[in-house]
Structures are given as C-alpha cells and as structure tokens.
Antibody
C-alpha cells in the first residue's frame, strides 16, 4: 500500500536551516511528482512546493520562493525540503503528498503522510 | 497564481440536514483539451492528514460515502453533504490543480447545530 513518512522536523532558531525528508513506498516513486503542503497552528492548508517526477522542474509558493529548495533522490524513493532563512511564520506541520504521473499538475494529492512539525523560535 | 476563495468560513448544520460549501477560483480551472475541471475537495480532521473526497469537481474518491457530492465548472464549485453525520465534523478545503502551484481555499469549518 502507498506510504509516505516525513521526518526531520524540530525546533530551530530564526534564520537557521532545516531539511525535511519524505520516504515513499508502495508505488512507482520515479513516475510521480511530489508535493509539500503545510499547516500553521490554527490556520488552513498552504501548498508549499512541487517537484517533477524526474527532478528537472520545481515550483514554489511565493512565501517560500528563494528560501526553500525541493529535491528528490529516486534511487532512495525519497524527496526533500531544504528550508533556509527560516522565519517564525514558517512554523507549521509539514505534510508530503503524492501528485501527478508525469506532470507537476493535472492530478490532486491523493496520498499524504502524517506530517512533521517544524517550530521556528528563538 | 490562482486564488481560491471559499464560503462560508464556518457552517453549523443539524444532523441529517444538507450542508453546502462553495468555492470560487480566480480563473477557470477547466482544462479544455479533456473538459475536466481540475478541482478537488479535501476533508481535514484534527490529528489526521487531509483526505481526498472529490476530484475533477464531481468524482468521488474510492470509499467516500455517496452523501458527499461535488458540482460546478469553470470558476464556481460546490461541495454538498446530503445528510450530515456526526463524523462529518471537520474543516473542508477546495484545491485547484490546474496550475502546478496547487493552491487551496482558506477552509470551511463544519459543525453540528
């Protein structure tokens, strides 16, 4: 069965960096685009970033553009979110989610992990 | 970027009654080459990841009860729960996946009256 498991969350000071990982299993990972979505405490869902199936294309929300980098290692069935210059407002539960086959759009996020919590605080 | 706006922000409905949530996109999410609306609805409960309920605006995901239905096209969409059950208390989100930037609506909190 499809499984997505996030890791790497924790408490970090403003301005520092953190890398999240999402380990995938139960499907042909290298055929799917993959997404990060976050939910700040008491807030709604916010889409963060997507990476294409082959890693050649990535897109970001304006709120993280230039600070976050999404990447993947298809040999390890894992993708990542490198978060730099972290801000207090980046505090959230970060979910990884499966996207479309062969494209970065065109299909909803059908499978989700349970999330990893990132807290940015001095 | 496509902006998604839901209404209302919160809703209280009696058990067994109908609940209706609206979603409007800032531009059409109808993909002309296949006539599909790239619009999904999710249910979010505390402590759980989002659950995909509806995609292509009106197609129920496998295992989703048939009291959940979606309608609309272009820029205006609706999620309807025909007979509210206690387990339907949650926050509901619409999402467009027409763009690679899969934006969400702000959410609608559904409660029991």
């Amino acid at each position: 069965q499809v499984q997505l498991v996030e890791s790497g969350g924790g408490v970090v000071q403003p301005g520092r960096s953190l890398r999240l990982s999402c380990a995938a299993s139960g499907f042909t990972f290298n055929s799917y685009s993959m997404h990060w979505v976050r939910q700040a405490p008491g807030e709604g869902l916010e889409w963060v970033a997507v990476i294409s199936y082959d890693g050649d294309n990535a897109f970001y929300a304006d709120s993280v553009q230039g600070r976050f980098i999404i990447s993947r290692d298809n040999s390890k069935n894992t993708f990542y979110l490198e978060m730099n210059s972290l801000r207090v407002e980046d505090t959230a539960l970060y979910y990884c989610a499966r996207g479309a086959v062969g494209a970065t759009g065109g299909e909803p996020n059908d499978y989700w992990g349970r999330g990893t919590l990132v807290t940015v605080s001095s | 970027d496509i902006v998604m706006t839901q209404s209302p922000d919160s809703l209280a409905v009696s058990l067994g009654e109908r609940a209706t949530i609206n979603c409007k996109s800032s531009q059409s999410v109808l993909y002309s080459s296949n006539s599909k609306n790239y619009l999904a609805w999710y249910q979010k409960k505390p402590g759980q990841p989002p659950k995909l309920l509806i995609y292509s605006a009106s197609t129920r995901e496998s295992g989703v009860p048939d009291r959940f239905s979606g309608s609309g096209s272009g820029t205006d969409f609706t999620l309807t729960i025909s007979s509210l059950q206690a387990e339907d208390v949650a926050v509901y989100y619409c999402q467009q996946y027409y763009s690679s930037l899969h934006s969400f609506g702000q959410g609608t909190r559904l409660e029991i009256k």
